[in-house]
């Protein structure tokens, strides 16, 4: 189902992509957009309306001379995806050498960086109003030595070998010696001035990881360190260049290697440099007097393979095709393709308008239980209704050490009940019209102790307040807590505001579980809840009630799953039906008031189990697939799988009798949690996408003791 619907999908996109395309770069008949021929443009002879820019469409570069040929151009808007040329006009050529680790180590040894002509490194404080030294910088003579200045680490790693895995972006860390070139022109009261000067430098740099042996290798870069200065020059009793991330001045890059024919490689690499130059002018000298530190940044580069650049319509990106042809020349196009239905780098949401005229919606979740946060792993595209995965809504971590009884028992001890979605706890009854107080409750502070509203006396034994029984059969649980209610007045009581501490009561029922099983899901029932003050400076009395037992029925759920440390991380709720009854305190905000209210509410711990949503076609089911990762994260998955015609119908002859009970039996023992297994999707009576001894077994029990109830539709 999902490969059809997707493929569906990507065929809308691919055609709307080619329409939408094609659309944009049409010119007027007989009027083409065509390139130049004269280095990196186009003639814009036609174009017209939104697209009326004629950019280039393809270009062939030359690594080994730099030359560029356009070979297509495109109308379309200003900042629509097209090619651009590097920033640095006329950079140098970059073919390195292949020696035999798959890749290019940076700096490569036989190239040098430039800064642009256009855009030079300058000096401007300490000088003169208008004034400024234009510094053409050339990087060059890159070489592995012995204790470079500013490395990190020790050089050389090897013999000739100054680079090692490693560094800020977790892939390689390297060093070098180099010297910089200057080529000085001065401006304002200084034109006409003109040095050529060679200051040494060491630098290290750091990339990002990539593969090696790729014939084309795209990584960030980042230049960490540089530093250089020259002294006793005539011109200068010093001249200091510094720059790099980890000397407070960023640095970050980009590189791209490309394997020619035979072997080499085609490198381009830039950085937009952050740099300070500080000078002492030499007494005597044209500076003499003068002195200052001026700080810019400006990139520099080796190698020019074309870029691409721009945007694309809304769910498509401005995408790079490189072919390297048989003479070592590299074409380079640029078009807008349909981007991926895939989770966003944060893992926040899935990438919106990936998938034409359907939604691209989370498949995969992945909890941390310890932390409470959920990040989306994977994605598909569906419609609206369609079956997907639901995070837990908030962080409420419950992770329980394991005490050797193979479960947990409710309460678990140090974990804390909030309410979560809509509606709040309310006092409404005896307050004036439109001025409820809400109630934000968080139940807390689970001990095992005597007394309160438990049906049976407790501890059973020392430190144990749990005993098999209830009404569910499996086990029932009594403990003492402290409800704490934050209260939010409106209507005529905003601003109100307080936090109190109720002293709480209360006993659960569970069904029964499967004690050890990694992964165990059961029914739970608050049978009773009560708690209430007394004397307080607003209120008389402030009761609290709830649970089954009081009238006020108030089932849940409760899921655990034995993490690799082997404690247990918990999701557990109750759809809690409360009672608040309240008498105002004479003088206190509500003097003259009392009044009961009723409601439900939903009060969870844990929440590390997502939830599906949304239906399938005919004849299949959204079915839910917990994983524990090793890492102790749980991957919760929802999928359209094959539904079951008739639930309880384990061999399949229409009917549910004694001759399913076996393969029933099977089907909820060997059960560990995540995806049914096919030939048990029938055992799973109550549809929840899990089996459990309670509500299934309840229920399958049911069917086959009630008639017609056990004959299928």
Not at 431 to 454: D, I, K, R
Not at 501 to 526: G, K, W
Not at 536 to 560: H, Q, V, Y
């Amino acid at each position: 189902m999902r490969n059809c619907r997707n493929q569906a999908i990507s065929t809308f996109a691919l055609t709307a992509g080619l329409v939408l395309g094609l659309t944009a770069a049409t010119p007027a008949i007989g009027q083409p957009c065509t390139p130049s021929f004269a280095g990196f443009g186009c003639q814009n002879n036609s174009c017209t309306g939104i697209g009326n820019n004629c950019k280039p469409y393809c270009v062939r570069y030359n690594p080994n001379s730099g030359a560029y040929t356009v070979l297509s151009c495109t109308c379309d808007a200003a900042t629509a995806c097209h090619a651009e040329r590097p920033p640095v006009v006329s950079s140098p050529v970059c073919v390195v050498n292949d020696d035999g680790t798959g890749t290019v180590h940076l700096p490569p040894a036989p190239c040098q960086y430039k800064t642009d002509v256009a855009d030079p490194m300058l000096i401007v404080d300490g000088l003169p109003p208008g004034s400024t030294v234009q510094c053409a910088a050339t990087y060059s003579n890159f070489a592995c030595a012995p204790g470079v200045a500013v490395c990190s680490f020790s050089t050389p790693v090897l013999p000739g070998i100054c680079y090692a895995p490693g560094g800020t972006l977790g892939g390689e860390k390297s060093c070098s010696n180099a010297n910089l070139n200057f080529v000085m022109t001065g401006t304002g009261a200084y034109l006409g001035y003109n040095r050529n000067l060679n200051i040494p430098i060491s630098l290290e740099i750091h990339a990002a990881p990539r593969t090696p042996f790729a014939p084309i290798q795209n990584f960030d870069t980042d230049l960490f360190r540089i530093f250089g200065q020259i002294t006793g020059d005539p011109d200068f009793d010093l001249l200091r260049v510094t720059g790099g991330t980890d000397f407070g001045l960023p640095s970050p890059g980009k590189a791209q290697i490309t394997q020619l024919p035979g072997g080499n490689w085609a490198t381009y690499s830039l950085f937009a440099l952050t740099y300070r130059i500080d000078f002492v002018g030499k007494p005597g000298g044209p500076f003499s007097g003068r002195s200052g530190s001026t700080t810019g940044t400006v990139f520099i580069i080796t190698g020019g393979i074309p870029l691409c650049e721009g945007g694309c319509f809304p769910g498509f990106d401005c995408n790079t095709v490189t072919l390297v042809n048989p003479d070592g020349t590299i074409d380079v196009c640029c078009e807008c393709v349909s981007l991926p239905c895939e989770p966003l780098p944060d893992g926040s949401a899935c990438r919106p308008g990936t998938c034409g005229v359907s939604n691209c919606q989370p498949r995969c979740v992945e909890t941390n239980p310890v932390t409470g946060l959920s990040i989306v792993t994977a994605c598909e595209c569906g419609d609206l209704e369609t079956c997907e995965v639901v995070a837990p809504p908030n962080a409420n971590p419950c992770v329980v050490p394991n005490d050797g009884t193979g479960t947990v028992h409710l309460p678990p001890t140090g974990c804390q009940y909030k309410r979560v979605g809509n509606p709040p706890m309310q006092i409404i009854d005896g307050l004036p019209p439109g001025s409820p107080v809400n109630c934000e409750p968080t139940n807390l502070n689970f001990v095992c102790a005597g007394g309160g509203v438990c049906s049976f006396s407790v501890p059973v034994s020392p430190g144990i307040c749990y005993a098999p029984g209830g009404s569910l059969g499996g086990e029932k649980s009594c403990s003492n807590s402290t409800l704490n209610v934050v209260l939010l007045g409106t209507g005529i009581y905003a601003g109100y505001n307080r936090t109190i501490n109720v002293p709480i009561s209360h006993e659960i029922h569970a069904a029964p579980r499967t004690l050890f099983a990694p992964s165990q899901t059961f029914s739970t029932d608050l049978f009773r809840l009560f708690g209430q003050i007394t004397g307080d400076p607003d209120f008389d009395l402030l009761r609290f009630s709830g649970g089954t037992d009081f009238g006020l029925p108030s089932p849940g759920s409760t899921t655990l799953l034995q993490m690799p440390s082997t404690d247990w991380a918990v999701d557990s709720y109750f759809d809690l039906t409360y009672r608040i009854d309240f008498v105002g305190a004479p003088g206190g905000a509500f003097a003259g008031r009392s009044g009961s209210t009723t409601g439900t509410i939903r009060i969870a711990t844990g929440q590390i189990v997502a939830s599906c949503v949304g239906d399938c076609p005919s004849g299949y089911r959204c079915n839910r697939t917990m994983t524990l990762n090793t890492n102790g994260t749980i991957s919760t998955c929802c999928d359209c799988v094959t539904d079951c015609g008739c639930r309880g119908d384990l061999n399949g002859d229409n009917q549910v009798d004694g001759q399913d009970i076996k393969l029933f039996v099977s089907c909820i023992l060997n059960y560990t949690g995540g995806f049914i297994d096919p030939a048990c999707v029938c055992a799973d009576i109550d549809g929840d996408g899990v089996l459990t001894l309670g509500s299934d077994v309840n229920q399958f029990v049911n069917k086959l003791l009630t008639l017609p109830n056990n004959q299928c539709p």
